[in-house]
C-alpha cells in the first residue's frame, strides 16, 4: 500500500491506471508473506508486481514479455529505490503492451469491455470491491463437498422440470450439464452496503446469460456463508478502503451488518436480447426457492458503455423488459439515479462560474481529502466556502458554541462535498436567524405561522435564546433516553432535528417545528448498521413509546420491526421527539411538529421503501391517494394526528419570490427541475413560483388530505 501511494515506488502503477480508468484497473491480492499488485486491461493481468519484505519483483506474461521487450532484471526482487529508478523503463515497457494490437484486443472486447467499464469507477449506482474473487476453504475436499452440494441441488432443479427445449441446460450439449465454479467476477458494494455478487456477460452471449442465474446463485451462496463472520465482512471492509485509499473509487458506506448478499447479472455494453432474458428468467425460476430464499432477490442489470445501471430488472418478481428499441417511460431505476446526476452537474456549474468563490476553490478534489479528485467537491482548505457568504460566519459560529460537529466535516468547518444536506440546510436558514418576517414566508405554506419568535433556549450557546433558528436540535431535556452513555451532543449520538423554528399561531398558541432536511439522500436497500445487540438496544429504547396508547404513531398500518430501516427509522425517533416535547411543554409549545424540506424531483428518496408493509396504498381513501404513492405519504398515514407531519418541497426555495437569497438560487436552481434521461446537460435555472405551484400540489396543513408530486418545470434545460 505505501508503494502504491503518492510517494511510493509504485505511484507510477496508479497514475497509470488513472490515465485510463475506462480500460485499466488495479487488483490487490495476497497470499501468505507474498503481496501482489495486478495492472487489467479488460480480463487480462498485463502485469503483476509482487512484494516480499519490502522488496519487489516485476511479472508479465511471456506473449507480452515479447512485445513490449521486458527487462529480465525486473523479474528479481529489489528494493524499492531500484524499482523507482527504472521506473519510467517499466512505464515504457506497458505503454509498448497496451498500444499492441495482436494480442490484447480480445481481453477487452467484449467481456472485457463490460469488466472494464464496472472496474473505472464512473458508475454510480456501485463501486467495485474485487474482481476474479475467491473464497479459500480449508481444503481441497471441504471445498468440493460445498461445490458439489450445491452443483447437485441446482442440476437436479434442472432436470425435474422435464422442460426438452433445445437450449435448456442439460438438452443441450448432448444432455452435458454444465459445470459450476466458484470464481466470482465482480464483487460490489452500493450506495446501501449491500454486498453484490455479480456475474457478468457481454450482451451478445445467449447461451451464457441464460445460465448465469445457476452461476451467480452458486457464488451468491458461498459468499453468504461467508459474510455470517464479521471477521469476513471487516476483510471486505479492508479490500474497499484500500481502493478508496489508492484513488481507485469514491469514498462511501462500508458493508451493512448483518450483511445480506445480493447476486446480481450484469449485462452490457449493449441492449441484451429479449430472447437471451426469456431464458434466463426460465432458469432462474426453475432453480430451487430454498436456495435463493436466504439471499437478496436476484437482479438483472442492464449496462450502459460507461457501467452504469442502464435498466435494473428482477426476474423472479416482474415481467420481462420492453424490447430494445422500444419507446418506453424512464425506467424506475433511471429515475433512481438521475436526481442525483442532475445535482453534481449543477454543482459543478455553479463552482465553475460563480463569484462567491476564488479560483484556489475552483479545482477538482477528493472527497474528505482522501481518494480519486472530484468536479463537486473543494479542495479541503476551501472547504468553509461550501458555505455561502450570506450563511458563512452564522453557521461557523453557532454550530461552534454549541459543540455541533459537522457531517463529514473538515476540522472544525463543513463537508467539503457540495451535495451536503446539511450544508445546504444551513445555507438557507443561517442568513434569517433575525429574519422573523422571512422564515414566516419561507415555512407559512406548511406550518401555521402567525409569526416566528427568539427560540427562548438557555443553553451553553449565547445564540439559542434570541436567534430564531437553532440547528440539530435534541430538546431540553433527554426525552427518548439516548443520552446515558454519556458522549451525546447535538447532531451526534442522539436523535437531533437539522433545524429548530418556535412560532405564534393566529389563534396565539406557542408551536415549535422541528425540521428534517433532505437533499440527494436515498434509502432503497438500506440496512441500519450495528451487531444484533445494538439492534436489540434500539428495539427496547422506543418500544415503550410505541406501546404508549396515547402516543403518536398508529400501530395497526407498519409493524415496529419494519420501522428499523431509514428513512421510517429516523421519522420515528422525530416523530417521537416532537411528541414528548410537547407532552413536557419544551419552550411553551402546545403542539410540536416535524416538518421534512424535501424535493420532490427526487425520486429515489421519495421511494425509499425498504419493506412491504410500508407500501400503505389500501389504507388511502380513493378520494385521496397521490398519483404516486411516497414514503412521506405512507409517514403521513401513520400519524395519530396528522397535521403534526408535513412535507415542504424545496422547489419553493429557489422560486423567483423565495425569501432565499440569490447565491443560493443559484446554487440550487436545480430543486426546481424534473430530471430528465440526459441529466448532465441540465443546468441549474431560477423558476417563478407561479411555475411551481402551479404544477405541484404543495404540502398544507389539512388532516384531510395531504399530496406531494413531483414537480415539472417547462424550462428546456430541464
Known amino acids: 500500500m505505501a508503494a502504491l501511494l503518492p510517494g511510493?515506488?509504485?505511484?507510477?502503477?496508479?497514475?497509470?491506471?488513472?490515465?485510463?480508468?475506462?480500460?485499466?484497473?488495479?487488483?490487490?491480492?495476497?497470499?501468505?508473506?507474498?503481496?501482489?499488485?495486478?495492472?487489467?486491461?479488460?480480463?487480462?493481468?498485463?502485469?503483476?508486481?509482487?512484494e516480499v519484505d519490502d522488496m519487489f519483483r516485476v511479472r508479465s506474461h511471456p506473449t507480452y514479455r515479447r512485445i513490449g521487450n521486458f527487462d529480465p532484471v525486473w523479474s528479481k526482487y529489489r528494493s524499492a529505490e531500484a524499482v523507482a529508478a527504472d521506473w519510467a523503463a517499466v512505464d515504457s515497457y506497458l505503454e509498448a503492451v497496451l498500444n499492441d494490437e495482436s494480442v490484447l484486443p480480445r481481453f477487452t472486447r467484449r467481456e472485457g469491455r463490460v469488466h472494464a467499464a464496472m472496474s473505472s469507477g464512473i458508475a454510480s449506482a456501485y463501486r467495485l470491491v474485487q474482481r476474479e474473487a475467491v473464497i479459500a476453504h480449508r481444503s481441497a475436499s471441504v471445498r468440493s463437498e460445498l461445490l458439489d452440494g450445491l452443483q447437485t441441488q441446482i442440476h437436479d432443479a434442472m432436470r425435474s422440470g422435464g422442460r426438452v427445449d433445445a437450449w435448456w441446460p442439460g438438452v443441450r450439449d448432448r444432455g452435458v450439464m454444465p459445470r459450476l465454479g466458484n470464481e466470482v467476477d465482480v464483487l460490489a458494494i452500493d450506495h446501501d452496503g449491500r454486498l453484490l455478487v455479480v456475474e457478468v456477460k457481454p450482451y451478445d452471449e445467449i447461451k451464457g446469460i441464460a445460465w448465469s442465474p445457476a452461476q451467480v446463485l452458486v457464488y451468491a451462496e458461498l459468499f453468504g456463508y461467508l459474510v455470517e463472520d464479521d471477521a469476513a465482512i471487516d476483510a471486505l471492509d479492508g479490500m474497499l478502503t484500500q481502493r478508496v485509499a489508492i484513488g481507485l473509487d469514491a469514498p462511501g458506506p462500508l458493508f451493512a451488518r448483518p450483511l445480506r448478499v445480493t447476486p446480481v447479472v450484469a449485462i452490457g455494453a449493449e441492449p441484451s436480447s429479449p430472447?437471451?432474458?426469456?431464458?434466463?428468467?426460465?432458469?432462474a425460476q426453475a432453480l430451487p426457492d430454498a436456495a435463493w430464499s436466504k439471499l437478496a432477490p436476484l437482479e438483472v442489470w442492464i449496462l450502459d458503455e460507461h457501467g452504469e445501471v442502464h435498466r435494473r430488472w428482477l426476474p423472479l418478481d416482474e415481467p420481462l423488459p420492453a424490447k430494445p428499441g422500444t419507446t418506453?417511460?424512464?425506467?424506475?431505476?433511471?429515475?433512481?439515479?438521475?436526481?442525483?446526476?442532475?445535482?453534481?452537474?449543477?454543482?459543478?456549474?455553479?463552482?465553475?462560474?460563480?463569484?462567491?468563490?476564488?479560483?484556489?476553490?475552483?479545482?477538482?478534489?477528493?472527497?474528505?481529502?482522501?481518494?480519486?479528485?472530484?468536479?463537486?467537491?473543494?479542495?479541503?482548505?476551501?472547504?468553509?466556502?461550501?458555505?455561502?457568504?450570506?450563511?458563512?460566519?452564522?453557521?461557523?459560529?453557532?454550530?461552534?458554541?454549541?459543540?455541533?460537529?459537522?457531517?463529514?466535516?473538515?476540522?472544525?468547518?463543513?463537508?467539503?462535498?457540495?451535495?451536503?444536506?446539511?450544508?445546504?440546510?444551513?445555507?438557507?436558514?443561517?442568513?434569517?436567524?433575525?429574519?422573523?418576517?422571512?422564515?414566516?414566508?419561507?415555512?407559512?405554506?406548511?406550518?401555521?405561522?402567525?409569526?416566528?419568535?427568539?427560540?427562548?433556549?438557555?443553553?451553553?450557546?449565547?445564540?439559542?435564546a434570541h436567534d430564531h433558528v437553532v440547528f440539530e436540535w435534541i430538546g431540553k431535556d433527554d426525552y427518548l433516553g439516548e443520552r446515558g452513555h454519556g458522549n451525546a451532543s447535538r447532531g451526534a449520538n442522539t436523535t437531533s432535528a437539522d433545524a429548530a423554528i418556535r412560532y405564534r399561531t393566529p389563534d396565539g398558541r406557542i408551536e415549535i417545528a422541528l425540521i428534517e432536511w433532505k437533499y440527494t439522500e436515498r434509502y432503497l436497500g438500506t440496512v441500519l448498521s450495528?451487531?444484533?445487540?445494538?439492534?436489540?438496544?434500539?428495539?427496547?429504547?422506543?418500544?415503550?413509546?410505541?406501546?404508549?396508547?396515547?402516543?403518536?404513531?398508529?400501530?395497526?398500518?407498519?409493524?415496529?420491526?419494519?420501522?428499523?430501516?431509514?428513512?421510517?427509522?429516523?421519522?420515528?425517533?422525530?416523530?417521537?421527539?416532537?411528541?414528548?416535547?410537547?407532552?413536557?411543554?419544551?419552550?411553551?409549545?402546545?403542539?410540536?411538529?416535524?416538518?421534512?424540506?424535501?424535493?420532490?424531483?427526487?425520486?429515489?428518496?421519495?421511494?425509499?421503501?425498504?419493506?412491504?408493509?410500508?407500501?400503505i396504498e389500501p389504507h388511502f381513501g380513493t378520494q385521496h391517494l397521490p398519483e404516486v404513492?411516497?414514503?412521506?405519504?405512507?409517514?403521513?398515514?401513520?400519524?395519530?394526528?396528522?397535521?403534526?407531519?408535513?412535507?415542504?418541497?424545496?422547489?419553493?426555495?429557489?422560486?423567483?419570490?423565495?425569501?432565499?437569497?440569490?447565491?443560493?438560487?443559484?446554487?440550487?436552481?436545480?430543486?426546481?427541475?424534473?430530471?430528465?434521461?440526459?441529466?448532465?446537460?441540465?443546468?441549474?435555472?431560477?423558476?417563478?413560483s407561479e411555475a411551481v405551484r402551479g404544477s405541484a400540489s404543495v404540502a398544507r396543513w389539512s388532516s384531510i388530505d395531504f399530496q406531494v408530486t413531483a414537480v415539472s418545470s417547462t424550462n428546456s434545460n430541464s
Not at 472530484?374 to 466556502?385: D, G, I, M, R
Not at 422573523?436 to 419561507?442: A, D, F, H, N
Request: glycine fraction near 4%; charged fraction near 20%; include cysteine.
Open 629 to 688: 404513492v411516497t414514503v412521506w405519504d405512507a409517514w403521513k398515514a401513520m400519524q395519530r394526528n396528522p397535521d403534526h407531519f408535513g412535507v415542504l418541497d424545496s422547489a419553493l426555495l429557489v422560486t423567483d419570490d423565495a425569501p432565499t437569497n440569490s447565491e443560493f438560487k443559484q446554487r440550487y436552481g436545480h430543486l426546481a427541475l424534473t430530471p430528465a434521461p440526459d441529466v448532465l446537460t441540465a443546468r441549474p435555472t431560477v423558476v417563478s
Open 8 to 50: 511510493g515506488c509504485l505511484e507510477g502503477l496508479a497514475i497509470r491506471r488513472e490515465s485510463q480508468p475506462a480500460l485499466l484497473d488495479l487488483q490487490l491480492r495476497r497470499a501468505g508473506r507474498r503481496s501482489w499488485v495486478s495492472l487489467y486491461a479488460g480480463l487480462s493481468s498485463v502485469v503483476d508486481i509482487d
Open 530 to 615: 450495528g451487531d444484533e445487540s445494538k439492534m436489540r438496544a434500539r428495539h427496547e429504547r422506543y418500544r415503550h413509546f410505541w406501546d404508549n396508547p396515547d402516543g403518536p404513531l398508529r400501530t395497526d398500518l407498519i409493524p415496529y420491526d419494519d420501522l428499523f430501516v431509514e428513512p421510517f427509522y429516523q421519522l420515528m425517533r422525530l416523530q417521537v421527539l416532537a411528541h414528548e416535547m410537547q407532552q413536557h411543554h419544551d419552550q411553551d409549545a402546545a403542539v410540536v411538529r416535524l416538518v421534512v424540506v424535501a424535493p420532490s424531483a427526487n425520486f429515489a428518496l421519495n421511494q425509499s421503501f425498504n419493506r412491504p408493509s410500508q407500501h
Open 275 to 283: 430472447r437471451a432474458l426469456e431464458r434466463l428468467q426460465l432458469v
Open 328 to 464: 418506453v417511460a424512464i425506467s424506475r431505476s433511471e429515475r433512481m439515479q438521475s436526481f442525483v446526476a442532475l445535482a453534481r452537474a449543477a454543482a459543478v456549474q455553479w463552482k465553475t462560474h460563480t463569484s462567491a468563490l476564488p479560483e484556489s476553490a475552483r479545482h477538482d478534489a477528493p472527497y474528505r481529502g482522501f481518494g480519486v479528485p472530484y468536479p463537486f467537491c473543494l479542495p479541503v482548505a476551501e472547504s468553509t466556502l461550501n458555505l455561502l457568504p450570506e450563511a458563512r460566519d452564522v453557521a461557523l459560529s453557532r454550530f461552534a458554541a454549541a459543540g455541533i460537529p459537522w457531517h463529514h466535516g473538515i476540522g472544525v468547518g463543513p463537508s467539503n462535498h457540495l451535495l451536503s444536506s446539511q450544508v445546504q440546510c444551513a445555507n438557507c436558514l443561517a442568513p434569517l436567524v433575525d429574519k422573523p418576517e422571512l422564515l414566516t414566508q419561507l415555512l407559512c405554506p406548511v406550518l401555521p405561522i402567525e409569526r416566528v419568535l427568539p427560540f427562548g433556549a438557555e443553553t451553553d450557546s449565547r445564540y439559542d
